[in-house]
């Protein structure tokens, strides 16, 4: 089941999303950022890139934000945000659990498996936000061994 | 960087696994399991479901055996061993990660997203091993709406 969603909706869910790849970032972490959810706006999870934080290399920010939703069955309800391009883990994840709908903050600086989630009638609305765009080239600039060590290259 | 395993090596890995499987089972969980080796043999990770040990919905197998992992540059030069086909999370995983082997315990109870495997040129053996395949029979038959949540359904 698709979920639709407007322009406000969007945005307000990815400011929640970018909110948390700052986060990560003034950590000194990865900063890329998610947020889940319901068709209400109403946030069930959010969470942030934790690679640097935890040596964890599955803990993009994705799926520590559907591990911070625990376990559920309503995830076709859910629309997620992404300051990022979902990479092939998070592209998977989101197919896996049928995610209803995932705003992508930009996928300018890196294009993820997209056409996985459109394999699977995962519906997705692209904001090409500069905010996000600037998230991701100053870490490009700065840190580019880490972000080479996120993608498997 | 695609890496070629005999059939021992397979075998040896699977029953790794398997442990991993049979572990989680007998502590009330999914009984599906991973193991991690370089070339030689020598097992880098293991790991098994912990959805229900954890209440983390992307902990399967798979997942887990990577975080033990760790963070690491050399993917393509481990085979990782599981005992069911693996699912879209754990295969958009291995595509991003770039593991350069995956042995497949069976693929009769499920099948997963093999076909991202073989996009990402990740070579596969499949031993279709009954052990496996009885290990997630009892599940099914036993505590089929965990096996429901598990694959998002």
Request: charged content about 25%.
């Given at each position: 089941?698709?979920?639709?969603?407007?322009?406000?909706?969007?945005?307000?869910?990815?400011?929640?999303?970018?909110?948390?790849a700052?986060?990560?970032w003034?950590?000194?972490?990865i900063p890329i950022?998610?947020?889940?959810?319901?068709?209400?706006?109403?946030?069930?999870?959010?969470?942030?890139n934790?690679?640097?934080?935890?040596?964890?290399?599955?803990?993009?920010?994705?799926?520590?934000?559907?591990?911070?939703?625990?376990?559920?069955?309503?995830?076709?309800?859910?629309?997620?945000?992404?300051t990022l391009?979902?990479?092939?883990?998070?592209?998977?994840?989101?197919?896996?659990?049928?995610?209803?709908?995932?705003?992508?903050?930009e996928?300018r600086t890196f294009s993820?498996?997209?056409?996985?989630?459109?394999?699977?009638?995962?519906?997705?609305?692209?904001?090409?936000?500069?905010?996000c765009v600037a998230l991701m080239e100053r870490m490009q600039r700065e840190k580019p061994d880490l972000w080479m060590e996120d993608i498997?290259q």
């Open positions: 089941m698709a979920i639709m969603v407007d322009e406000a909706f969007a945005w307000s869910l990815l400011e929640a999303a970018r909110e948390q700052e986060k990560s003034s950590e000194g972490g950022g998610a947020a889940l959810a319901d068709s209400t706006g109403h946030i069930v999870a959010r969470g942030h934790l690679r640097v934080q935890t040596d964890d290399p599955t803990a993009h920010a994705e799926m520590v934000c559907i591990r911070n939703a625990g376990r559920r069955r309503d995830w076709d309800r859910l629309v997620m945000a992404t391009s979902p990479c092939a883990m998070c592209s998977g994840t989101t197919c896996l659990l049928g995610i209803g709908h995932v705003v992508i903050g996928n993820g498996a997209e056409h996985w989630l459109a394999e699977h009638d995962i519906e997705t609305t692209i904001l090409d936000d500069p905010a498997g």
